[in-house]
């Protein structure tokens, strides 16, 4: 398998130690990771390549900035899932973060399809795409460990790509489809149309 690219090279050490120490310990910022990583001798050089790895990994849709934290985008948290030799569960405060931006997702798109808001998130669980189930979250890192090995660069495709090749993997286009539908066409208090 092709490794990750930002998992090769010069970049590898400092990527890895980002992304984990993101996926163990929640937000932080580039300070408090150099804080983290050395003694009190190197973080100011520390702390100016971690500014670097930070924004390289934001570019490819590991990471993203708000404030002076980073956090993890759910690319970042199945990135870290294939660097890890053994599975090891996340910092729960990913669960909270994903949590409220799901609700907030749901609640702006409840109005737009007409979907009672926990269709969204209940769609989001039966495809693996949720943080409650951690071995759901392991078997869909390893169905994209598979597509690595066919050839697909994780770095450079979309995580919205991926999840729609594993989507698709696990039903077909039809069930898929309606599915969707049965989402689209709920009415707000759960009705079927």
Aim: hydrophobic letters at 40%; zero cysteines.
């Amino acid at each position: 398998m092709k490794p990750v690219s930002v998992f090769n090279g010069k970049k590898k050490e400092h990527s890895e130690k980002v992304l984990t120490l993101l996926y163990d310990y929640g937000p932080m910022s580039a300070w408090e990771m150099a804080a983290r990583l050395t003694r009190v001798g190197g973080r100011i050089s520390l702390h100016a390549t971690l500014n670097k790895r930070l924004r390289a990994l934001e570019d490819n849709g590991y990471v993203e900035r708000i404030n002076k934290k980073w956090y993890l985008l759910f690319k970042g948290i199945l990135a870290v899932l294939l660097i890890q030799k053994k599975p090891k569960v996340w910092n729960p405060i990913w669960k909270e973060i994903f949590d409220d931006k799901t609700k907030i997702i749901e609640q702006h798109l409840a109005p737009i399809f007409g979907t009672k808001e926990k269709n969204i998130h209940n769609t989001m669980k039966t495809l693996g795409l949720s943080l409650d189930d951690f071995d759901a979250l392991v078997s869909l890192s390893n169905r994209i460990k598979t597509f690595m090995e066919n050839g697909i660069d994780f770095d450079t495709v979309k995580i919205e790509t991926l999840l729609s090749l594993v989507a698709l993997e696990y039903t077909d286009l039809n069930s898929l489809l309606e599915n969707w539908k049965t989402l689209w066409n709920a009415k707000p208090n759960g009705d079927q149309i």
